[in-house]
């Protein structure tokens, strides 16, 4: 069975530092997902990574995956006020193309 | 853009009600899907569909029915409403033809079952 942990589930940090969010899953997949949500809103797609070594990055992002040791990580450089939100990790069932596991998410708070 | 319009940002219902939560997609997607949302458990699938009245249960069905006539729409049904099922539920919809693009979320129903 497929399971998803990510660490922390919050996080408390000051503009300017840099953290990294962790993903682990417990079987192999082929396919994973970074979301953000702001609070009331609904959920964004950030980045999609597909295969071992895939490293994406979208402003102060950056997302990467190792297949083998089944981590994604996103890290955050120099964080600003506007990247608070929660981020999930979603990771696709290698029995099926439309599942996905999630992560609990990450709630993200950037004081200024 | 891809648009997903759920039909209520907010709901109160009664227990022992039958609910219907509307979702619909403005980019011809074939898959569509359910998911409930709670805090600290992530998001859940209730059920999905890859095509015009197809449906597949998720992980947790029990208590929720779908309906899929058009491909632009997709229906949450709770059959007789419980105070357990107070949660928000999230409509999604994605590409059939490539299996591995992200799913598109519709802003969520907040459901209160009173």
């Known amino acids: 069975e497929l399971k998803v942990e990510q660490n922390p589930l919050f996080l408390s940090m000051q503009e300017g530092k840099n953290y990294t969010i962790y993903c682990n899953y417990s079987t192999t997949s082929d396919r994973l997902y970074w979301y953000r949500q702001d609070p009331g809103k609904s959920l964004e797609s950030l980045f999609v990574l597909l295969s071992n070594g895939a490293v994406k990055q979208e402003g102060r992002l950056m997302a990467s995956l190792d297949t083998k040791a089944r981590l994604s990580t996103l890290h955050i450089t120099a964080a600003v006020h506007d990247l608070s939100a929660t981020y999930f990790c979603a990771v696709g069932m290698m029995d099926s193309n439309y599942q996905l596991i999630w992560g609990a998410g990450t709630k993200l708070i950037i004081k200024p | 853009d891809v648009k997903v319009t759920q039909s209520s940002r907010y709901l109160v219902k009664r227990t022992g009600e039958k609910v219907f939560l509307e979702c619909v997609q403005d980019m011809d997607h074939e898959n569509m899907f359910w998911y409930r949302q709670d805090p600290g458990l992530g998001l859940r699938l209730i059920y999905f569909?890859?095509?015009?009245?197809?449906?597949e249960k998720g992980d947790i069905p029990e208590g929720y029915s779908v309906s899929r006539e058009k491909k632009e729409r997709f229906s949450l049904i709770l059959e007789s409403a419980s105070t357990n099922q107070t949660s928000m539920y999230l409509c999604?919809?994605?590409?059939?033809?490539?299996?591995?693009?992200?799913?598109?979320f519709g802003d969520g129903t907040r459901l209160s079952i009173l």
């Open positions: 569909s890859y095509d015009v009245k197809m449906k």
């Open positions: 999604a919809s994605r590409t059939g033809l490539w299996w591995n693009q992200p799913q598109h």
